[in-house]
Each structure stands twice: as C-alpha cells, then as structure tokens.
T-cell receptor
Framework: DVKVTQSSRYLVKRTGEKVFLECVQD?????MFWYRQDPGLGLRLIYFSYDVKMKEKGDIPEGYSVSREKKERFSLILESASTNQTSMYLCASSLWGGLNEKLLFGSGTQLSVL | AQTVTQSQPEMSVQEAETVTLSCTYD???????LFWYKQPPSRQMILVIRQEAYKQQNATENRFSVNFQKAAKSFSLKISDSQLGDTAMYFC????????????FGKGTRLSVIA
C-alpha cells in the first residue's frame, strides 16, 4: 500500500527547542508539501519542493525551514519553536507535473509547544 | 491570487438524508481543477472527488457528486444517503493549470451525520 509516513503522531516540545518533523513517501513522487492545519483557518502551505534540494516558500514560511536531501524525504524544521507554532502539521506528496493531480497525505503530526 | 471560500463552518445531517456543502472560488484562469477532500477523525485526508474546469459534466463518485457552476465560480458537494462514516471535515481545494502552483484550500466544513 503506497503511503506518506510522518514520523510522529504527537509531539510535545519546549519553547526555543529546535524541532524536526520528518516525512517519507514511498511512491517516487517529485512534489512534496508541508501544510499547517488550525481550527477555522483550514490548511495553509508552509513550504513545498519540486525536486531534491529544491524548495519554495508557501504562504506562511516564517519561523520554518525545510530540507530535501533525498527524493523520498522532506523535513520541516522549526529553528526555535514558539507557542504559536502549536498546530497540526500535514505532509503531502504528488507526481511531477501533478499539482492538479491528487495529493496523498500523511496522517499528521500534532505538535504542542509549551 | 486564487482564494477558496467555504461559508459553512459546521453542518449536520440525519443518516440517509442528503446534504450539500458549499464552496466558491476566485480565479482569473480559464482552465483549472477543483477538489473535495475529506478528513475523518483519524486525520487521514482522502480525496473525495475531482473536477476539471473544461469539462461540462459534473463529476460523480458513488454517493458523492458536485454541482460545478463555472460562471458563478461555485463548486458544491452533494452527499446522498448520508452515512455515519461521512462524519468528517470537508475541504474544498483549487489548483490552477498554469505552472506548478500548489493547491489552495478552503477553511473547511465540519459535517456531522446523526443517527
């Protein structure tokens, strides 16, 4: 069964910590995405990547960075976690040229920053 | 920039009844794609249905169908014979056809199906 795997379902971190959220897909997809989901705000795009070592800012990149050293893995990094980054983080992937194809999502990481 | 608006934050429907979720969008493009995604309590986002703007015919997937009104920029989702398993957040999304532009999502509608 093809899938997108997020390393943690729940995560609790302290303010100021460096946080890594990992996402791995096994479908050889070129495109990978990180979204943040908050009640009443829907899904907001943080960063996306078209290919290895490539990254593009989404709508809310401030306070985040990403890394894509291998095609199957796309990491979201919170350099210094803050309480306003408490949220659900969703990773997704799709085929190259397939931004109008369906996204396949991971099951999300609920991050709490205390 | 494209925007997607879902005007109903929450809705409820009796089991076996029909419910319609609203979605409007704003774009200057002529060719594009529209989607409805479902997020049940398990949090796993699932594609429900997809519509290509150049196709006149409304998309249908079993009990799920859309009413696509291109001139009005409206893309509503109809769920027939609602089941308890349809309880979920539903997100409308837009993808342009020009270049690699990521999907833009609405804020979602929380649907509760009541026994």
């Amino acid at each position: 069964d093809v899938k997108v795997t997020q390393s943690s379902r729940y995560l609790v971190k302290r303010t100021g910590e460096k946080v890594f959220l990992e996402c791995v897909q096994d479908m050889d997809h070129e495109n990978m995405f990180w979204y943040r989901q908050d009640p009443g705000l829907g899904l907001r795009l943080i960063y996306f990547s078209y290919d290895v070592k490539m990254k593009e800012k989404g709508d809310i990149p401030e306070g985040y960075s990403v890394s894509r050293e291998k095609k199957e893995r796309f990491s979201l990094i919170l350099e210094s976690a803050s309480t306003n980054q408490t949220s659900m983080y969703l990773c997704a992937s799709s085929l190259w040229g397939g931004l109008n194809e369906k996204l396949l999502f991971g099951s999300g990481t609920q991050l709490s920053v205390l | 920039a494209q925007t997607v608006t879902q005007s109903q934050p929450e809705m409820s429907v009796q089991e076996a009844e029909t419910v319609t979720l609203s979605c409007t969008y704003d774009t200057s493009e002529n060719n594009y794609y529209l989607f409805w995604y479902k997020q049940p309590p398990s949090r796993q986002m699932i594609l429900v249905i997809r519509q290509e703007a150049y196709k006149q015919q409304n998309a249908t997937e079993n009990r799920f169908s859309v009413n696509f009104q291109k001139a009005a920029k409206s893309f509503s989702l109809k769920i027939s014979d609602s089941q308890l398993g349809d309880t979920a957040m539903y997100f409308c999304a837009f993808a342009g056809n020009s270049g690699n532009t990521p999907l833009v999502f609405g804020k979602g509608t929380r649907l509760s199906v009541i026994a």
